[in-house]
């Protein structure tokens, strides 16, 4: 089966830097995503890996190695807006996207 | 732009009954989907539609279906509501000729199925 995984829950410090990552067993690759979601909004796009490597955007980095099924969000500067679940999906062979059940993000002061 | 609307925010309704999400968007986007999100799940794709007039089954497809008569209305519909359709539904779009495919969400419906 196709399964992707991801910590429940993480507690950081606000200014510090937080790595969340996702592990993925699926139907062929064709990209993974990083999506931003609030409580109780809708999810907003971060990031999109297809090739090994750090992509960086601003204070927000996501990194990809297809060989180990992996991928991590970095977060650096951490401001406390940043409370959010972090959700991991890849796109398997199929172009259809599999889910992970989120990382909910706790900043403390 | 306003990007995707649903309709309603959120609903109460007694099993048995039927009900219509609605969604739309105003970026032309050829493809649309409808997700269902529960605690310590994972999105769930219910249904999908590529372009208009052509839809297809997602993963969980049971109890619901959908029709898209024009590129900009994706509408979900459940014929006879169960209280395990109580969840939190996201209607998304994409341009599938973009890069990324990045998904853009709707702000959801919380149904509450009694």
């Known amino acids: 089966g196709q399964n992707i995984d991801q910590p429940t829950e993480m507690t950081a410090t606000e200014g510090a830097i937080v790595q969340i990552n996702c592990t993925y067993q699926?139907?062929?690759?064709?990209?993974l995503f990083w999506y931003q979601q609030h409580a109780g909004e809708a999810p907003t796009f971060l990031s999109y890996n297809v090739l090994d490597g750090l992509e960086e955007k601003g204070r927000f980095s996501s990194f990809l190695s297809r060989s180990k099924g992996y991928s991590y969000l970095l977060l650096k500067e951490l401001q406390m807006k940043d409370s959010a679940s972090y959700l991991c999906a890849v796109m398997d062979s199929n172009y259809q996207l599999i889910w992970g059940a989120g990382t909910k993000l706790i900043i403390k002061p | 732009t306003a990007g995707i609307t649903q309709a309603p925010t959120s609903q109460i309704l007694a099993a048995g009954r039927s009900m219509t999400l609605r969604c739309t968007q105003d970026?032309?986007?050829?493809?649309m989907y409808w997700y269902r999100q529960d605690l310590g799940l994972g999105l769930r794709l219910i249904h999908y539609?590529?372009?208009?007039?052509?839809?297809g089954k997602g993963e969980v497809p049971d109890g619901y279906s959908v029709s898209r008569a024009n590129t900009d209305d994706f509408p979900l519909t459940l014929a006879s509501a169960v209280p395990s359709q109580t969840s939190v539904y996201f209607c998304?779009?994409?341009?599938?000729?973009?890069?990324?495919?990045?998904?853009?969400f709707g702000e959801g419906s919380r149904l509450t199925v009694l």
């Open positions: 970026m032309r986007h050829n493809a």
């Open positions: 539609s590529n372009t208009a007039g052509t839809t």
């Open positions: 699926t139907s062929g690759f064709n990209g």
């Open positions: 998304a779009s994409s341009d599938s000729t973009a890069n990324t495919g990045e998904l853009f």
